[in-house]
Every structure is written in C-alpha cells, then in structure tokens.
C-alpha cells in the first residue's frame, strides 16, 4: 500500500512539474491565430499574408492567418476582443474598427464590439482608396460621374464590403462633399465588391492600392480618383479628390490588435517583434509589389492616430445617419 502510495505521489509530482514548466513556457510556446475580419482578396487580407512569415520568422513560431468575415468586419473583430487575452490571438483590422461600434448605435443596434475591448500593438499600412470604373464606362473622370450623380440622384450605384466600411466610408465623404446621392450596394468585403464591379453589376467601387493595381494594369478598369490629399507615386496620372475640388481625405489603414488585458510583457514582445519584421526586406518587398503605403507606427502613436481618425469619421456618420 505504501509503495502504491509512493508511485502515485510521484507520478503527481511529475505531472505538477510538467504542468508549472508549461505555464512558465516564455511567449509564444505555440502558433499565433492572426483574424481578419474580411474575406480573402481584400485589404486586411494582403496586410496580414504579406506580415504573417516576417512576423512569425522573429517570434520563432507560426502566424496563422484566419478569415472571419460577416457584418462589414464586426464578426471577426468581436471574436477577438472576447478572445483569451494571453498573445495567441490577434487581429488584422482596417480603420472601419473604430467606427463599428457608433455606427451600430446610430443605427439602433447593440455594437457587437466595444473599441475599448481591443489593444492597439501597432500601425502597419495607410492608403487611400482608388475609385474604379470598368474600362467600358462612359465615366473618364471623376468629374463625369460628379455630374451624372447631380443630374439623377441615387440612380449610380457602387459595391462596398459592406455599411461603414471603407468603401462606403470614401464614397460617402466624396459624395457628402460633392452634394450627390450614390446608391450603396453592400458585398461580403473587399475582394468580392471589386468582382462585382468586374461583373457589371455596379457602375463604380473603391479599393485600396493593393487590391486595385492588378485590375488596373490588366486595362480591365479605369482609376478616376484617389482619396488622398494628394497623388500617391505608384499612380501618378491619377488625380486626388482633393485635387479635383473636393475638401475630402479618405485613407484605409490596417493595424493589429491584441483583447484587452493582454498581459504588458505580452504586448511589448508584440510590438517589439513588429518594429523588427516590417524591417525586414521580405516585409518591404511585399508591400513594393502589391503597391501598399507602409506607414509602421508603435503603440502610443496607433492609439492617437486611430482616435483622432475616428473623430473626424464620427462627424461623417453623423451625416449619413442611420442605415437599416
């Protein structure tokens, strides 16, 4: 009975051994779920494919990058903000993340997230967007469609990844600016608003560089605009709204984003391995040959930039007021 007792009582101390090693385990022990609350093919998409090998090359483990789609990126930033705060699950989010939740509001609806539920880790990418037109359109210039718009309100539509998000958000202030009326028609993000612009089931969209710079150099559409202050390099001849005569500034920023309560050392481990991996050349490389602006920010500097970015879209959902 006594040597029964010794055995187990080893066994336990073995276990507890094992047990206590795996709870020191330095971050991160395993694989790290990066959400995009988007479809394949958009901008948060290319963001984080582009992060995940430089990223996980100096956190020594795997960045696994998961879709998440559903209500124009609320679903998948939701899954994260309730996630186990430990570093094991992080989000790719576009500036629409700090919108949701008082665009929900203003519609009459619980917000599926709260912004204060999220940690920002860091800024990686801000570009504006490029609205398109198929090549077959008789709009040339952002002016044609400007006056078109005026002549029959509401009667141009355009697809968006869905109410508040980016494309909706660009169109939306180009238009609260020009005094037209555009007809939104919502898609499951991105990637399939610019399929359906190719299908020719809307007169126009916007994408971000990224998204845009293949279709565009296939001549299979036409840029008219982009939402910047002014022309961006890898689109030189195209003209900005602002620049055009519109006081309008639209850009798509993509940042990650860790739940809130994340331990600190976490977090700074977090941010301390970003600053290094969009260093690296297999990080700038990508975003050279998808036409993305790099625009790497830490921390407290993430923080401020999406507030005061949120500011000013607060007074644009204001305008727009409740969509059903």
């Known amino acids: ?9 080893t066994l336990f101390l073995n276990l507890l051994c094992v047990f206590t090693a795996q709870a020191e385990d330095p971050y991160p022990s ?19 494919r582009i992060l995940a090998e430089p990223l996980g090359t100096v956190l020594k483990q795997a960045i696994v990058v998961q879709n998440k789609p559903g209500i124009g990126g609320a679903l998948g930033t939701a899954y994260v903000a309730n996630a186990k705060p430990n570093g094991y699950t992080l989000a790719m989010s576009l500036s629409s993340v700090v919108v ?23 800024l990686i990418s801000s570009d ?10 008789p709009f040339k210039t952002l002016e044609d469609l400007i006056k078109a718009a005026k002549a029959d309100p509401g009667k141009y539509n355009y697809s968006s990844s869905g109410n508040f998000g ?28 610019l399929l359906a612009l190719l299908g020719g089931q809307v007169d126009f969209t ?15 559409v036409r840029p008219l605009a982009v939402s910047s202050a002014k022309r961006i390099s890898a689109f030189p001849d195209v003209p900005s709204y602002r620049e055009a005569g519109y006081d309008a500034q639209y850009y798509i920023w993509a940042g ?28 700038t490389s990508g975003f050279q040959k998808q036409n993305i602006i790099m625009d790497y920010r830490d921390a407290p500097e993430f923080e401020k930039f999406a507030q005061e970015d949120g500011k000013r879209m607060l007074t644009l959902l204001k ?4 969509i059903d």
């Not at 009975?1 to 009582?9: D, E, L, T, Y």
């Not at 916007?206 to 299979?220: C, F, R």
């Not at 305008?319 to 409740?322: D, E, V």
């Open 100 to 122: 949701h939740p008082e665009a929900e509001r203003i519609s009459g609806r619980k917000p599926q997230y709260e912004l204060n539920q999220l940690e920002p880790i860091a």
């Open 206 to 220: 916007t994408a971000a560089p990224g998204v845009a710079a293949a279709q565009i150099a296939s001549g299979k």
């Open 166 to 193: 980016p494309i909706h958000l660009s169109v939306e202030m180009l238009a609260y600016q020009a005094g037209v009326k555009f007809t939104q028609v919502p898609f499951g993000g991105g990637g399939p608003s």
């Open 256 to 283: 990650i984003y860790a739940p809130k309560g994340t331990p600190a050392p976490i977090v700074m481990t977090l941010r301390n391995a970003l600053k290094e991996a969009v260093k690296s050349p297999q990080f």
């Open 30 to 48: 395993s694989s790290i779920s990066l959400i995009v609350a988007n479809p394949p093919g958009g901008a948060a998409d290319l963001n984080a």
């Open 1 to 9: 009975m006594k040597k029964s007792f010794a055995i187990a009582f």
């Open 128 to 137: 504006p967007m490029i609205i398109l037109v198929k090549t077959e359109s």
């Open 319 to 322: 305008a727009i007021g409740k």
